[in-house]
């Protein structure tokens, strides 16, 4: 198992910027994927940016310039900066981690932070 917990949601105006986290632990492999999707309200979960522990990443269009994802392999955490803050960026960010050679493990969740901008 491993468990993902989450920190940093908040309210921002308009133009602001904030900074999620997301630590990863129990039975976590050195080589994994962790990013951040997030579920707008009435929408369907959708892909934000990952991360791999090689540090190669993958950004949806939408947030491309805006926000920037990294990790840190060492304490197993995965960042969000988040800048240029927009009222359709209003959503449950989850954070998400599998690893691609953990046979018989799946994906993990974490359990949502919200991140709401004010116009």
């Known amino acids: 198992q491993v468990q993902l917990v989450e920190s940093g949601g908040g309210l921002v105006q308009a133009g602001g910027s904030l900074r999620l986290s997301c630590a990863a632990s129990?039975?976590?492999?050195?080589?994994?994927?962790m990013g951040w999707y997030r579920q707008p309200p009435g929408k369907q979960r959708e892909l934000v940016a990952t991360?791999?522990?090689?540090?190669?990443?993958n950004y949806s269009n939408s947030v491309k310039g805006r926000f920037a994802i990294s990790r840190d392999n060492a304490k197993n955490t995965v960042y969000l900066q988040m800048s240029s803050l927009r009222p359709e960026d209003t959503a449950v960010y989850y954070c998400?981690?599998?690893?691609?050679?953990?046979?018989?493990?799946?994906?993990?969740w974490g359990q949502g932070t919200q991140v709401t901008v004010s116009s």
């Open positions: 998400h981690y599998y690893s691609p050679i953990a046979i018989g493990q799946g994906v993990y």
């Open positions: 991360i791999n522990n090689g540090g190669s990443t």
């Open positions: 129990g039975s976590t492999f050195r080589t994994n994927v």
